[in-house]
């Protein structure tokens, strides 16, 4: 511990952050870094706690308290602070495969954790491990580690997102040689075309996807996995890997559904991400929100996502639909540290929309009840109703249902559903002769990835379920373990 009182001495300090207004003019990345001199002083706030409740990785009342890939928080912390950027990055490297996506996108379940929370703000984590890893990039101490010796083992991924990579990164690192297959057209799954450039340039996902071709990975997209090419993967490779992620949307069963001008938010996102890479926004080939009043179901950080992407369109208007009640803007009494903390947040798209129009999009428990059509089948109006809690008889579970005379009409022109996931690729599923469970996943017990087919595993959403980026990437890293073991014996993967 470099600093003991360092805690007591120094604030916390996010990253800078553009102002609202000037930010939406474009979809880069609007979070710059802290000076050299004001990361050492983050670091240095690191309290060196008897016990790190910010790497543990606990259950709490069935909920998970701390980094699921048990990162190394306290060190790394110390070696920003006593200016050792190379160890920083060998001990931030030890447990994380992409600390480059998790700093930026994942809501750091760590920083819930800190112990310098209990009392006041806990230190920049997800800020820190940012740093280290574009420090390590922009100092060129991140170089191809290409294996010296290879098992003469082959496994094949099957999907690049977050899972697919860190576990196609751990097996290539042991010296099997993997094979990534991916669906679209650009590899990076979720982190391609499921998160906003502005919060994941993907340049940052290209230079990883480079980085590994170069260590060995290859890489196959536009390739649909049909029971053929089942077939071929499981008899030309020694183990395949499924990291397809929970990709059925939750649709919307209400009347009028079938309107021109309603989407999933994975569409619509992925169109912004595709048009973007492609030609600028320019050739018109996306779906557009520009001039539209649009309505977004859906109040988690996919609907947030959608609420930003639209504003940078330039659309006219913009709500957000939330089910459930607003929750409390400090934690309450059942909810204590270390527990995330079940707050109210105004995530950067409800910022951006308050800036613009005045008003928070969000209107709590509420939901759409019919969609009204225009000339042609076009869009033209949604009927939302409002929602109170109830408890099923049935079931005795909490509910939420419609309060009758609440209806209300809002002009709109685009519906965009953000209403979750039900679960893994059916068609992908079937292809393999698997079955999903009641959830939609692939079944397979907590440590588990082995599926029922022989020599087939599973990991990331996929398997565990709708999830975080950083839950993915400890799937993969853990499900390349697993399969180390089934094609040597035993593993040295951690």
């Not at 996010?14 to 609007?30: G, Q």
């Not at 954790?113 to 820190?128: K, Q």
């Not at 071709?213 to 890489?219: A, I, M, Q, S, T």
Request: hydrophobic residues 35%; glycine residues 12%.
């Amino acid at each position: 511990m470099g600093k003991p009182t360092g805690f007591m001495e120094y604030g916390r300090r996010n990253n800078l952050t553009a102002p609202p207004l000037e930010r939406i003019k474009s979809f880069d990345e609007f979070h710059p870094r802290l000076s050299q001199e004001e990361r050492e002083k983050q670091g240095a706030r690191c309290m060196n706690c008897g016990i790190p409740f910010c790497q543990s990785a606990m259950k709490l009342n069935g909920a998970v308290s701390g980094c699921p890939l048990h990162n190394l928080i306290p060190e790394w912390n110390d070696e920003i602070f006593r200016k050792n950027p190379e160890q920083a990055l060998a001990r931030l490297l030890k447990t994380s495969s992409f600390p480059e996506f998790t700093g930026r996108v994942c809501p750091a379940l760590c920083e819930a954790a800190c112990s310098c929370g209990l009392y006041g703000d806990p230190f920049t984590i997800r800020d820190n491990e940012l740093y280290i890893i574009e420090n390590g990039f922009e100092k060129g101490l991140i170089k191809p580690r290409i294996p010296e010796i290879r098992s003469g083992k082959r496994v094949a991924v099957v999907g690049s997102g977050p899972s697919g990579l860190a576990c196609a990164d751990m097996l290539n690192r042991r010296g099997h040689s993997v094979t990534v297959f991916e669906s679209s057209d650009r590899p990076g799954g979720l982190l391609m075309y499921g998160i906003p450039n502005m919060k994941l340039d993907k340049k940052i996902v290209l230079r990883r996807i480079k980085l590994m071709e170069d260590e060995g990975v290859g890489f196959v997209t536009g390739c649909r996995v049909d029971g053929e090419k089942a077939k071929e993967l499981t008899s030309e490779y020694d183990a395949v890997v499924l990291c397809c992620g929970s990709g059925t949307p939750r649709d919307l069963k209400v009347e009028g559904r079938d309107a021109d001008g309603v989407y999933f938010a994975v569409d619509f996102l992925k169109s912004t991400t595709k048009a973007l890479l492609d030609g600028g926004l320019e050739d018109g080939n996306h779906i557009s929100a520009k001039g539209k009043d649009v309505i977004i179901v859906g109040g988690g950080d996919t609907g947030n996502d959608c609420v930003g992407t639209c504003i940078r369109h330039g659309c006219r208007s913009v709500i957000q639909l939330e089910m459930m009640p607003k929750l409390p803007d400090t934690r309450s009494e059942n909810n204590p540290w270390p527990q995330w903390p079940r707050v109210c947040k105004t995530d950067y798209g409800q910022e951006e929309a308050i800036a613009l129009f005045g008003s928070d999009p969000r209107i709590y428990q509420t939901t759409v009840k019919k969609l009204i059509s225009g000339e042609g089948g076009r869009l033209s109006a949604v009927i939302t109703v409002s929602l109170e809690a109830a408890r099923d008889e049935a079931t005795g579970r909490t509910v939420m249902k419609e309060i009758p005379g609440t209806e209300k009409t809002h002009d709109c022109g685009l519906l965009i559903i953000a209403a979750g996931f039900t679960g893994a690729s059916e068609s992908v599923c079937t292809a393999f002769g698997l079955e999903r469970d009641a959830r939609g996943n692939l079944p397979a017990s907590e440590g588990n990835h082995r599926t029922s087919v022989p020599k087939v595993f599973t990991a990331g959403d996929m398997r565990r379920g709708q999830s975080l980026v950083v839950w993915a990437v400890s799937e993969g890293r853990e499900a390349a373990a697993e399969v180390d073991s089934f094609l040597m014996g035993y593993t040295d993967l951690i």
